[in-house]
């Protein structure tokens, strides 16, 4: 039976071309490349991926995310716009009557056609008298841009008997400030509350009529609440919060999952109850974030609001709905999770073990606490372009003006007269392929991490397997000089192609069944009728088959991982090694990888969970809850600094997680291939493995009756 396990005798001592023996196996002999066909196709990807980006840099402007366009298709804030709009970030609609015809459900006319100027600050009615604001000074309005500024953008005084008649006729270039207006989004929110002095004052100049109607901030609070300025605002705080994501998406996690690996290297027997404990301390400290910015504990839920506050206007935005809705989800999440905690004390109890063989492994090969410092650095500076990309494609639209048939006039003082030709306002057009080139930008950054993850997790497994088998009989191990830039050497050199391979499959069926998702929840299927249920049944269960399928190949890729790391086989091939050597020890393998499963898994929910509570402190403060780099909602800096926390935690833990696995399987080779006895594990592996194999039997098999005497 010896050296006839799933691998043959390719592992362990391996005869060279010299018919010798050599120690270290095929660890560091007869590699060759594998699967290049798909390191091909990979780097295709990249060059598709850098031609999608420079779309995006050519004609996206991340400003379009945050602030509105005026009349003349100009974005609020735009330095380079005619005129100058440097500080002029929020959009102001001039007439009333337009804003409520936009209103109107039979009207042709919408809000996007109505004029709107760039401001910067929102106008408020007068107490005593009547104020205006005045278009853009150009052509006999020889004033400069400060100085309208200055005078609250009111020139009136200054206008011929030709310029004031067309003001009271509502078409310019100035305009009477009627509604009270608060800046809602960086857009000028008009509220349907007339100042009667400022209205007395318009009516005794002779102006028309204007409508004063609930529809005058409807019109406007629908445009600003729609689904696209929701999405829009998200993208844009990302944007914003780019110091947030940096500490607490970056330096943050870093900090953590460095502390816990010398943690688990000295103080072993502790750090399962320490990273349990305090996973449940910050589920709770997270949830609790919510419910206060919800609104449900105290009053400091989040305001849409920016600036000061209106003293009798609450702007109710989606995002105070989505943050209660994510209140009541991580209300479930909580409680499921300390139930969990409780339930897993045993098992942890059973685990420690494993981990204090782990911790000696490390300890050896000292390199792997600092090895993930070199995907870290290479995810960070790979996340900063793709993001800083991502920005530029959402943004890639044209600005173009909208085709309508509206019947609007207003004054143009270039021309030096009332124009009713190209009334209609401007817009922001997606085209479908925008659509595809963001789908195809966000596939290639979750496949590039899919695949950084891969190779730094390889690189560990191919250290972790030149520790383990250069050993001897005396089990003393001879460590070769740096391991882990020797097995970063050979993923270079021979496997690069086969990790591709595995993390694509990974991201496709990620992709696959995020695709399905979003189906189902376009599609609602509902009704009580014979064929709705049946349509349910096969939708939810080809949902719950997908995520299995999608665990499966995450599980294989792990383990083919190490394979392709020892052996230098191309994926499949190693997958079907590591399938074959876990089949026939699941006992084992079963037991030990509770701390894959729980411990490790409870670790980066822990850095990922700081992470996205020190982005809500940070988000908290001053500078994000006003003026320009208020963010709309933390709901996504919070959550990207989430996701930033759990890869980096993952990339770190990755040195634990498949240490444990490489170990477990290198043993269980070893065991088949030397008639049960494992050949070259250390003896506190020994020790440990060998424990938990007969406490395994003595759990399968029950009690053993007394020997008689």
């Known amino acids: 039976m010896g050296g006839k396990g799933p691998l043959g005798s390719v592992i362990g001592r391996y005869p060279s071309s010299d018919g010798t023996k050599k120690l270290g196996g095929i660890v560091s002999n007869n590699r060759k490349c594998r699967d290049v066909g798909f390191l091909v196709f990979f780097f295709a990807f990249w060059v598709a991926m850098i031609v999608n980006s420079s779309f995006g840099f050519n004609r996206g402007n991340p400003l379009?995310?945050?602030?509105?366009?005026?009349?003349?298709?100009?974005?609020?804030?735009?330095?380079?716009?005619?005129?100058?709009?440097?500080?002029?970030?929020l959009r102001y609609w001039l007439s009333p009557n337009q804003v409520y015809e936009s209103g109107l459900k039979d009207s042709q006319f919408k809000l996007s056609d109505a004029r709107t100027i760039c401001l910067l600050d929102c106008p408020a009615p007068s107490e005593d008298s009547l104020n205006w604001v005045c278009d853009y000074p150009e052509g006999d309005i020889r004033i400069s841009m400060d100085d309208w500024i200055d005078r609250n953008y009111d020139y009136f005084e200054f206008l011929t008997p030709e310029m004031r008649n067309s003001s009271l006729q509502l078409q310019g270039p100035c305009y009477p400030v009627i509604f009270p207006s608060v800046n809602v989004y960086w857009s000028c929110q008009l509220i349907a509350r007339a100042s009667n002095m400022s209205l007395r004052h318009w009516q005794q100049m002779g102006g028309v009529q204007i409508n004063d109607n609930i529809l005058i901030d409807r019109s406007i609070h629908r445009a600003i609440n729609a689904q696209s300025s929701v999405l829009k605002r998200y993208m844009a705080d990302v944007g914003k919060s780019w110091p947030v994501l940096i500490v607490c998406g970056g330096l943050l996690p870093l900090f953590l999952s460095a502390i816990w690996l010398l943690l688990i290297r000295h103080f072993v027997a502790a750090m399962p109850w320490i990273t349990v404990a305090l996973f449940n301390i910050l589920i709770v400290s997270v949830t609790m974030f919510y419910y206060l910015k919800a609104g449900w504990i105290g009053n400091n839920a989040i305001s849409p609001v920016i600036g000061e506050a209106d003293p009798y206007y609450h702007a109710s935005g989606r995002e105070l709905h989505h943050m209660r809705a994510i209140a009541v989800l991580m209300t479930f999440v909580m409680v499921l999770c300390v139930i969990a905690s409780i339930a897993i004390a045993r098992r942890i109890l059973m685990a420690t073990s494993v981990l204090k063989a782990t911790a000696k492994v490390i300890g050896e090969v000292r390199a792997l606490i600092i090895f993930p410092t070199v995907p870290y650095a290479?995810?960070?500076?790979?996340?900063?372009?793709?993001?800083l990309a991502a920005l530029y494609l959402f943004s890639s639209g044209r600005v173009m003006q909208n085709d309508c048939n509206s019947n609007c006039c207003a004054y143009n003082l270039a021309l030096k007269k009332v124009s009713c030709d190209q009334c209609c306002g401007y817009s922001i057009?997606?085209?479908?392929?925008?659509?595809?080139?963001?789908?195809?930008?966000?596939?290639?950054?979750?496949?590039?991490?899919?695949?950084?993850?891969?190779?730094s997790a390889t690189v560990i497994a191919g250290s972790v397997a030149s520790y383990y088998w250069t050993g001897c009989e005396t089990s003393q191990p001879k460590v070769p000089f740096l391991p882990v830039f020797s097995s970063m050497n050979r993923l270079i050199r021979y496997s690069l192609g086969s990790v591709a391979l595995g993390s694509i499959l990974v991201s496709l069926v990620e992709s696959f069944r995020f695709m399905l998702?979003?189906?189902r929840r376009k599609l609602k299927v509902t009704g009580s009728s014979t064929d709705a249920w049946i349509g349910k049944a096969a939708f939810h269960s080809s949902r719950f088959s997908l995520k299995f399928i999608e665990w499966t190949i995450r599980s294989i890729n792990r383990n083919a991982y190490i394979m392709i790391a020892a052996t230098g086989k191309g994926f499949f091939r190693s997958s079907e090694i590591a399938t074959e050597l876990i089949y026939s020890n699941i006992t084992r393998i079963g037991r030990v990888n509770v701390v894959g499963d729980v411990v490790l898994?409870?670790?980066?929910?822990?850095?990922?969970?700081?992470?996205?509570?020190?982005?809500?402190?940070?988000l908290d403060t001053h500078k994000y809850r006003s003026a320009h780099d208020k963010v709309s909602s933390p709901i996504f800096p919070v959550t990207v600094c989430w996701f930033l926390g759990y890869v980096v935690a993952s990339l770190f833990f990755a040195v634990v997680e498949m240490s444990i696995d490489t170990i477990i399987l290198s043993f269980c080779q070893d065991t088949e291939e030397h008639q049960g006895t494992a050949h070259y594990a250390p003896p506190l592996l020994m020790e440990t493995l060998n424990d938990d194999?007969?406490?395994?039997?003595r759990l399968t098999q029950g009690p053993i009756s007394a020997a008689p005497k």
């Not at 290479?378 to 993001?387: G, S």
């Not at 980066?604 to 992470?611: E, H, M, R």
């Not at 194999?693 to 039997?697: A, G, I, P, S």
């Open 693 to 697: 194999q007969d406490e395994t039997q």
């Open 429 to 455: 057009r997606y085209t479908p392929h925008i659509a595809i080139a963001v789908l195809f930008h966000l596939f290639g950054g979750y496949w590039a991490t899919q695949f950084i993850g891969a190779c």
């Open 601 to 618: 898994s409870l670790g980066k929910l822990c850095v990922s969970l700081s992470s996205a509570l020190f982005a809500f402190l940070m």
């Open 64 to 89: 379009r995310l945050t602030y509105g366009l005026d009349y003349k298709g100009n974005i609020c804030g735009d330095r380079h716009a005619d005129p100058n709009l440097r500080e002029l970030e």
């Open 378 to 387: 290479i995810l960070a500076v790979f996340y900063m372009l793709w993001l």
């Open 517 to 519: 998702e979003s189906f």
